[in-house]
């Protein structure tokens, strides 16, 4: 292993940028004659919109538009649309109710945009939209997704405001494994609803060029290839080369950023209209009101099992709340991304799952890191400790008994595993979290008064979204591959441009890493390029660990073209039979010779083309390539979670935490380490400290970072981690993917430590320490050991 | 429109602001620092920490015209033009204490606060609660812990690089 190549912790490329403050994030740019908006939006959850009166707000200092629902409209501006097609079990589609970018005659949540102010300052775009007047009449609001079905109607083409009614698995067969069964172990589960909170609130920045009636757009999103193709074929504002969607530095994305919001198609729409550049940047209020949530899963989940303690089947029944509309890739991830990891790391011959998908008048649900597959594991492994405790095995003993041991495996729900070993993973976890000293600490705790509970989650997810054809069949509306452009320069340099998108996660650095090693050129010698549309070719952005998986692949497809090309070049130069060049260590020589040539040499000499002629070889050295994954890629670890809680204050103190997961090949186990760091927190955080709360009427009660409980460093430990290696078999590197991981593993590693503390199984996410102080008082402990 | 005057990264700065201009607007909009960030509106996440006569503030609730004749510093003002990195700002690239970067400048400018405070030898939980108002959704923390007890360390006389803060 070189110092710069695959698998050194190379310290990151980008930093410079931001450890100087000389990033460029959205809000950072700034265009010459820039104006910005401010949104009037909807106070109330469910509401009739009976006038808007604009004539006040217009005549007030600085205001250059105010717009409207009906502007919007009488342009012909489209909706957003929800981009993957889910049919319910009787083969009905999806109820994909409208969602115009400004609301027209009707508002369904709180924070629905109602119209727009465009004015020289922020202070004055404030001031002007505080001064529309809109009139309301009130409609009652639906607010909890178990009663959505008999709430009041939101959307005409939805009636019991239900959007599909699906299942996966055989039913039959479940039911008739569970009438066999010897033991049933039933929960109730709410994975509790989650605001994303990026750092970098959301932005956007959008100019129209009249001499080329161009478009362009800097946008905080994760994926500017799909954001332009879906703002020109669906929304219809521009043909999608008269486009540009530029994504700068983006400041944490963690799903909220993948999807097309309202915003943007107002900015770009306002733009066009004032002929002046027209920014919006989100305050945080606005983000708890306007990014999509995450999560918000109600479920009854049962597990079967034999007197051995083998599991026989599972039957899982979720509601899922996707709030007032569709947002982009919502109808996914309650189904396809959820229900086909329901059978964990464990051989279980029959699973079937119902999924209820519901509109409320909430804000949007969609994709928060894990996206599905964090509600699948919570669900699997919650109840496989839950059944352990109650037939009296170890759990880790329980796990161990129903683990897949073989390779590949086909689970009843659609997933076939390719590779992985859970057993040494899980034995990796418990030495190195000492398991075998629990009793010994949780004697100590109980003599300081606390009370000391150990919790495992030997969690699977598939990563590498996704092969096409596949992701196809189950209805998504866009193919999931990734591109990659290599671009030699005549100086040896390279430029790589990629479809992927860096909101944090280092590409500029594990992405050259896999370029210096490949082409044995100094990692200062490559550049990466992403997040702009008029540099990059087709790309599908960053989501789902998917971009060493199938981001790098493209890469690596790539540079496989350029060493082919490169070889030819060096052919002509060094007067041998191509068959007879070989390229190591960025030399190229002729076998059974010294005869060679470096790899700027070669580059120099594809582009100034003296050696060859045209009819020869065509000049220059620039490649590229889509890969597209022939399966998903399934990381999985198991993380071992141990708590500590004041009986008087009801408090949880995480005291220790192992992870030990399988991505496959580690570029740069600094940043993977650092992304399992980050997912573990996010998933600490849903587990004790986070929860959006809506009131009855749909008011949403935090709304901001005082009433929201984000995790702060004093609520976490310093993690330890360590690592097991079965390589992907699907892709070139044998990548996995890490982003997701921690979040996915966390809360049922958290929840199961609580109630082993608790000795009852009778508490929600989030355990806050009231939470927890009431199970307390509710249950006698089992006696402390 | 009233006029503020200060001193801002060792320069001294003039503008006509609107009397409800906050510093941070004042330092992103009028100034063009834009290395100072914003990341809530409740004064909670801290990405907007910058010095003020040289204990930290929050930018985003503190008024332009409040710091009439302050000496404010920014991370845009800790290293000089060419120069090598303050350690600080050193200990975060080298410990992989930032991803996206956007909470970073708050938390490098509260981090030298907290070494102000508490000296140069800190322990994991001092760090821990003295962070209380800064917010990373990226890190989990871990690594920014250990940037700021090698930063703090690297600051301290005899510190492996030592190098004047401002």
């Known amino acids: 292993m070189s110092a710069t190549g695959i698998g050194a912790a190379v310290r990151r490329k980008e930093d410079f940028r931001f450890i100087t403050g000389k990033g460029q994030y959205t809000d950072d740019v700034v265009r010459p004659g820039e104006t910005r908006a401010v949104f009037v939006r909807s106070p109330h959850a469910h509401a009739k919109i009976a006038k808007i009166d604009a004539s006040a707000a217009k005549t007030m200092p600085g205001v250059v538009a105010v717009l409207t629902g009906a502007d919007l409209a009488g342009d012909k501006i489209g909706n957003l649309i929800c981009g993957w097609m889910i049919h319910s079990k009787d083969g009905t589609p999806m109820k994909m109710a409208p969602h115009p970018a400004l609301a027209s005659g009707k508002v369904n949540h709180v924070g629905d945009a109602v119209a727009v102010v465009v004015a020289e300052t922020l202070g004055q775009a404030r001031d002007a939209a505080e001064k529309v007047k809109v009139d309301y009449e009130v409609l009652p609001a639906v607010v909890n997704p178990a009663k959505a079905k008999s709430g009041t109607q939101i959307h005409e083409i939805a009636p019991k405001n239900t959007i599909y009614e699906w299942s996966l698995g055989d039913a039959k067969a479940t039911d008739a494994a569970f009438a066999n069964a010897k033991h049933v172990t039933k929960l109730d589960i709410v994975n509790n609803r989650l605001a994303p909170i990026a750092m970098e609130p959301r932005a956007a920045l959008a100019e129209y060029d009249a001499g080329t009636d161009q478009l362009t757009l800097w946008n905080t999103t994760q994926n500017p290839h799909v954001s332009r193709l879906v703002i020109a074929a669906f929304v219809g504002m521009a043909p999608e080369h008269k486009l540009r969607v530029i994504a700068p530095d983006v400041g944490g994305g963690f799903g909220s950023k993948i999807f097309i919001y309202p915003e943007e198609v107002v900015c770009l729409w306002a733009a066009r209209k004032v002929r002046r550049p027209v920014k919006w940047t989100s305050d945080r209020m606005e983000a708890f009101l306007t990014d999509a949530h995450g999560r918000d899963h109600v479920t009854h989940a049962e597990l079967a099992l034999d007197a051995n303690g083998k599991i026989l089947a599972m039957r899982v029944k979720t509601i899922a709340n996707l709030g007032a509309y569709m947002s982009t890739f919502s109808s996914s991830v309650p189904t396809y991304l959820y229900a086909t990891l329901l059978s964990g790391q464990y051989d279980i011959p029959q699973i079937y799952c119902e999924v209820d998908a519901v509109y409320t008048n909430t804000v949007p649900v969609d994709a928060y890191r894990g996206a599905g597959r964090p509600e699948a594991t919570f669900v699997v492994e919650r109840l496989v400790e839950v059944a352990a405790r109650e037939l009296g095995l170890e759990p880790p003993e329980l796990r161990k008994r129903n683990f897949v041991k073989s390779f590949p495996h086909q689970t009843p729900v659609i997933m076939a595993y390719d590779a992985g070993d859970y057993n040494a993973s899980l034995k990796k976890a418990m030495e190195i979290g000492d398991v075998k000293g629990f009793n010994k600490r949780k004697r100590e705790s109980a003599r300081n008064g606390k009370l000391r509970g150990i919790g495992y989650s030997t969690y699977i997810e598939a990563c590498g979204l996704a092969p096409s054809q596949a992701a196809g069949s189950l209805g998504a509306g866009v193919g999931l591959w990734e591109s990659a452009e290599v671009r030699v320069n005549p100086t040896g340099s390279v430029e790589v441009l990629t479809g992927s998108h860096s909101h944090g996660q280092g590409h500029e650095t594990t992405f050259a890493q896999l370029v210096s090693q490949r082409l044995g050129i100094p990692i200062d010698n490559v550049s990466i390029v992403h997040g702009d549309t008029d540099k990059v070719q087709f790309g599908m952005g960053t989501y789902g660990s998917r971009s060493g998986a199938v981001g790098m692949s493209a890469i690596v497809k790539a540079l496989d073209k350029v060493e082919a090309k490169a070889k030819k070049v060096a052919a002509f130069m060094l007067e041998a039979a191509e068959g007879d060049i070989e390229f190591k260590d960025g030399k190229f020589t002729v076998a059974g010779t010294d005869k060679s040539a470096a790899f700027g040499d070669v580059a120099l000499n594809a582009y100034i083309a003296h050696k060859f002629t045209g009819a020869e070889l065509e000049p220059g050295l620039k490649e590229t390539s889509f890969y597209d994954p022939t399966n998903f890629t399934f990381p999985a670890g198991c993380h071992i979670c141990e708590v500590e809680i004041d009986r008087e204050t009801g408090k949880t103190d995480i005291v220790n935490w192992t992870a030990v997961d399988d991505f496959g090949t580690v570029i740069n186990p600094m940043i993977v380490e650092g992304q399992v760091h980050g997912g573990i927190a996010q998933g600490v955080g849903q587990a004790l400290l986070e929860g959006v709360v809506y009131d009855a009427n749909g008011q949403l009660v935090t709304g901001s970072l005082m009433d929201y409980t984000m995790p702060r460093a004093h609520d976490l430990p310093s993690f330890n981690l360590g690592f097991t290696e079965t390589k992907a078999p699907s892709n070139p590197l044998g990548i996995k993917g890490c982003g997701e991981a921690g979040a996915i593993a966390a809360p049922a590693a958290v929840i199961n430590a609580i109630t082993d503390a608790l000795g009852t199984e009778q508490i929600a996410m989030p355990a806050t320490a009231n939470a927890v102080w009431s199970a307390l008082q509710r249950a006698t402990p089992r006696a402390a050991a | ?166």
């Open chain 2, 1 to 166: 429109m009233p006029t503020v005057s200060m001193t801002v990264n060792g320069k001294p700065v003039t503008g006509d602001v609107e009397a409800r201009t906050l510093l941070v607007q004042f330092l992103r909009e009028n100034l063009r620092l834009t290395g100072t960030h914003v990341g809530c509106d409740t004064s909670q996440c801290g990405a907007c920490v910058i010095h003020i006569d040289g204990i930290a503030a929050k930018s985003c609730t503190t008024l332009a015209l409040q710091c009439e004749g302050a000496k404010v510093t920014t991370i845009e003002g800790l290293a000089e033009a060419n120069g090598p990195l303050h350690p600080m700002q050193e200990a975060f690239r080298e410990h992989h204490g930032l991803q996206c970067g956007y909470c970073t400048p708050g938390m490098i400018m509260a981090a030298l606060d907290i070494v102000r405070r508490r000296g140069n030898d800190l322990d994991d939980h001092t760090i821990r609660e003295q962070l209380d108002g800064n917010i990373c959704r990226c890190t989990g923390y871990h690594n920014i812990v250990k940037a700021i007890k090698a930063g703090a360390k690297a600051m301290a006389p005899g510190g492996a690089s030592r190098q004047a803060a401002e």
